[in-house]
């Protein structure tokens, strides 16, 4: 039985590891040794400083807007190995924004085609490496939120596209596994964590009485890579304290 958790020697790439949920699951695999790049929107890794939830001491930081697909074949080129992908990017817009077409398509190249570009553009080095990888979807994949067509819809896509990679590519040796996180204090959900109300509303709806936060979802993403999850194919795991239930 092999129940390590190390990933000594092994290569991790976080899109949207340089805050939030991505970060929590950046720092996971740093911790078990692996050597960890994440990729974020902002200039240099210096832009994320003292901010909430952004630690990227010995990460390496690129940018790449992962909605230009040419920008992903591109970055990803510079890569020689590459063991884990977590796919961690996400968008959401207020307002009514997403039922407009402008917005719905910003926010579907975000959550949804962005999956694909950046898994299509490490299919080949995943497969020479056995490797394992990792879509960040949402309980909003089982679940409507109020007023974010897009963002559920994309959140259904991405969990959908889990089982279709899963199944596809298991036998190129890559297992693909998905987490729907349920609600997690980072900056995507301050608006709700930042209100009184809605925060009481929330924790109410979450049997374990509490926010995730970015560890948890670390925690679950080092099984879904590590050999212990080596029969996972194609899963989603809802890591919610309960709240879809
Ligand atoms: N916070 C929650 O409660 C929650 C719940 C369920 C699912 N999620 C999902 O978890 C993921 C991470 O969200 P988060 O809560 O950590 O928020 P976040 O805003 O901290 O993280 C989003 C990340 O996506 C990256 N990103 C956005 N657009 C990008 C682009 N065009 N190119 C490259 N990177 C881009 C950002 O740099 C950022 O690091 C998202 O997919 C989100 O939908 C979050
Ligand atoms: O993915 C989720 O469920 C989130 O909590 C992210 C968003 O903040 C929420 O869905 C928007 O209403």
Not at 49 to 65: F, P, W
Not at 116 to 131: E, Q, T, V, Y
Not at 164 to 182: E, H, S, Y
Not at 183 to 194: A, E, M, S
Request: hydrophobic share 45%.
């Amino acid at each position: 039985m092999d129940m390590r958790l190390d990933f000594t020697g092994r290569t991790a790439l976080v899109v949207g590891g340089s805050s939030g949920i991505g970060n929590g699951i950046a720092l996971a695999f740093r911790t078990a040794g692996a050597d960890v790049h994440v990729w974020g929107t902002r200039p240099s890794a210096a832009d994320y400083a003292g901010e909430e939830g952004a630690d990227l001491e010995g990460l390496a930081y690129d940018r790449v807007d992962v909605s230009d697909a040419d920008a992903v074949a591109a970055a990803a080129r510079g890569f020689s190995r590459l063991d884990i992908l977590v796919l961690s990017q996400g968008t959401v817009l207020y307002d009514r924004a997403e039922f407009a077409i402008e917005g719905f398509r910003k926010v579907v190249e975000v959550n949804l085609n962005s999956l694909m570009a950046c898994a299509a553009a490490f299919h080949d080095l995943l497969a020479a490496a056995r490797g394992s990888l990792i879509i960040v979807s949402s309980t909003a994949a089982f679940h409507a939120t109020r007023g974010n067509p897009a963002y559920n819809a994309s959140k259904t896509g991405a969990y959908g596209l889990t089982r279709t990679l899963g199944q596809a590519w298991a036998g190129d040796g890559i297992r693909v596994n998905g987490i729907a996180p349920g609600f997690v204090d980072t900056k995507l959900t301050r608006v709700t964590t930042g209100n009184p109300r809605r925060l009481e509303q929330t924790l109410r709806q979450i049997p374990v009485g509490r926010l995730g936060t970015p560890a948890d979802m670390g925690h679950v993403a080092l099984f879904l890579a590590s050999p212990m999850a080596g029969y996972v194919v194609g899963q989603t795991i809802s890591v919610d304290g309960g709240l879809v239930l």
